[in-house]
């Protein structure tokens, strides 16, 4: 299963520019002192954590990052400029190991953290340094040192944001063949799809977010029927479940309701915690329900089904809908990282405050809590 993505890179850092020995010379001044300058640092090469990226698919094409020397420092006292650092963005959850000894170099679990992953190399001193009492005419200079070189190996698992579920033939892999860059297969029998895929749903140039489509469920899975409902774990760690739906079986007999309650009774028996998930209800294949009844199809469902939740009403094939619902998801995982970042921010200044705290005045504290509560 792709879950885990992968890259190797390589991070060569700028090295220091040399110092430099040289001689104040002007007229009517035979003897200037020494006015060599300092070299420049080099550039390092840094790492962000960005969660508004989720693949590491530009460094399977970018592979070389190569950040400035420093320049070397000059006479009249002058010193060479330092080179630029260089940031390479990575998504949260990425795990950066030396290629070449397997140690492990960082690993980005917070929005925004910046690790070092090449450092510049210093630049060399001047002579103007090496000035002294008994040596007033010093030749000696360092060169830079070398910025830091390293091969790397960057690993992600990639957790879905959002995870589709519904009977074999709802339409769950043509969704996220609609809305993202994922192109699983497609047919018109059940369990088409065998394996979880991913795929990435561009919203804007900065937001989006990981769709994961399984396979299909049926009434029984919990008890092995169809596929079974394993694949369900892939949904553990999502933020919200599309329940899709299809409102137009093929097959006259079959009852979406139904089939709709059967899903939601295998979902609870696979796990209550899955079970209270945020779920929305995805309505699908409308294009086959002819637009005068369409109203009147989705109202009887939701009555009969019981539902007073989320809904929406797409038809994956033709595209209506698709956009709305995806711009709905958006806003909600934006929602729900926001309330993390705020929960983690608080949970840091607990953290800090606590540590830094006397005891006397954390007594006060508690005093002034049961204030509060009388
Ligand atoms: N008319 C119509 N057909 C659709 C729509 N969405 C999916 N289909 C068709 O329904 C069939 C099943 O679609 P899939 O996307 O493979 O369904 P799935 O839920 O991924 O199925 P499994 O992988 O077997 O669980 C295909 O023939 C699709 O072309 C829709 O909105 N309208
Ligand atoms: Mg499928």
Not at 2 to 13: C, G, L, Q, S, Y
Not at 199 to 227: H, N, Q, T, Y
Request: glycine letters at 10%.
């Amino acid at each position: 299963m792709k879950f885990i993505d992968e890259a190797r890179i390589e991070v060569i850092a700028g090295n220091g520019g040399n110092g430099v020995a040289s001689f104040r010379r002007e007229k009517f001044m035979p003897k200037g002192g020494p006015d060599g300058g300092d070299g420049g640092r080099g550039g390092s090469v840094l790492a962000i954590a960005d969660r508004n990226i989720n693949t590491l698919v530009d460094y399977r094409f970018a592979r070389k990052h190569l950040a400035k020397n420093g320049e070397a420092g000059r006479g009249s006292d002058c010193y060479g400029a330092g080179a630029d650092d260089i940031t390479l963005r990575m998504p949260v959850g990425t795990v950066i190991y030396d290629a070449d000894t397997d140690e492990l170099i960082a690993d980005l679990t917070r929005h925004e953290q910046v690790v070092v992953l090449a450092k510049g190399g210093e630049g060399g001193l001047g002579n103007l340094h090496f000035k002294s009492s008994t040596n007033r005419a010093p030749r000696q200079c360092t060169p830079g040192t070398p910025g830091e070189r390293k091969n790397l190996r960057l690993e992600l698992k990639v957790l879905a944001d959002v995870g589709l579920l519904g009977m074999p033939n709802a339409g769950k892999s043509t969704y996220i063949a609609a809305v993202s860059n994922a192109r699983p297969k497609v047919a018109d029998y059940p369990f088409t799809t065998l394996h979880p895929n991913l795929g990435v749903v561009r919203v804007s140039p900065e937001k989006s977010f990981v769709i994961a489509d399984i396979p299909g469920l049926i009434e029984g899975a919990a008890e092995g029927a169809g596929l079974g409902h394993q694949f369900l774990r892939h949904l553990a760690r999502t933020r919200l479940l599309l329940h899709i739906v299809d409102l137009a079986p093929f097959d006259p007999q079959t009852d979406p309701v139904a089939e709709a309650q059967a899903i939601v009774g295998e979902l609870r028996k696979y796990d209550e915690d899955l079970f209270h998930k945020p779920r929305w209800l995805v309505l699908n294949k409308l294009d086959m329900v002819p637009e005068d009844e369409r109203a009147e199809r989705v109202a009887d469902f939701v009555k009969r089904f019981g539902w007073t939740g989320h809904i929406h009403q797409i038809s994956g094939l033709v595209g209506t809908g698709c956009r709305e619902l995806v711009f709905a998801i958006q806003e909600h995982i934006d929602a729900v990282r926001a309330a993390e970042d705020a929960a983690l921010e608080a949970e840091l200044a607990a953290q800090s405050a606590s540590s830094k705290t006397p005891a006397s005045s954390a007594e006060q504290h508690t005093d002034d809590d049961t204030e509060d509560l009388t």
